[in-house]
C-alpha cells in the first residue's frame, strides 16, 4: 500500500505541531526520536538557510508511506544548496556556526538524497516492521 501528503507549511521556527503530524505514522520505539530530531534538523535548515528566516515564504513537505519505507521530503524556496556543501560530515572546526545540522539528518535517516537544485532534501527511514530484503529498492525512492 502506497500513500502520501502533501503540507504546506509557514517558513518559521513554531515547528512542534508540525512535527507531530508529520511523525504520526512512526509507530517504532527506535525510530521516534531519531527520525524526529531529523525531520526537526531539515526544517529547521529549510527556514533558516534555504528561506532565510522569511516568514513570506513557505515550506513544501511531501510524506511518503510505501510497505517498506517512510519518506519526507522537504522543499524550500531558496536557490538550494550547493553540491560541495551537501556532505553529511561534521565541521572540522569544534566551534564552527554550522554545519552539524546536515551531520544529524545523514545519521538520522537510511537514506538521504538531494534535488538536483539543492532546495529539496528526501529523507527516507525503513520500516522497522517490514521484511525488507536488502537487494531490492523501492521505485518511489528515487522519484
Request: charged share 20%.
Amino acid at each position: 500500500m502506497f500513500s502520501w501528503s502533501d503540507f504546506n507549511l509557514p517558513s518559521t521556527l513554531h515547528l512542534s505541531p508540525w512535527l507531530e503530524i508529520l511523525m504520526e505514522p512512526v509507530s517504532s520505539s527506535q525510530a521516534i526520536e531519531r527520525v524526529q530530531l531529523g525531520l526537526q534538523e531539515a526544517l529547521v535548515n529549510a527556514v533558516r538557510h534555504g528561506n532565510g528566516g522569511d516568514p513570506g515564504k513557505s515550506l513544501r513537505v511531501r510524506r511518503i508511506l510505501t510497505p517498506n519505507w517512510m519518506i519526507w521530503q522537504v522543499q524550500d524556496q531558496g536557490p538550494g544548496v550547493p553540491l560541495h556543501a551537501r556532505a553529511g560530515r561534521l565541521p572540522c572546526q569544534q566551534d564552527a556556526n554550522s554545519g552539524r545540522g546536515l551531520f544529524l539528518i545523514y545519521e538520522c535517516f537510511d537514506d538521504v538524497r538531494w534535488s538536483r537544485r539543492g532546495n529539496r532534501l528526501q529523507l527516507a527511514c525503513r520500516r522497522a516492521e517490514s521484511s525488507f530484503n536488502e537487494d531490492s529498492q523501492d521505485p518511489l525512492l528515487h522519484a
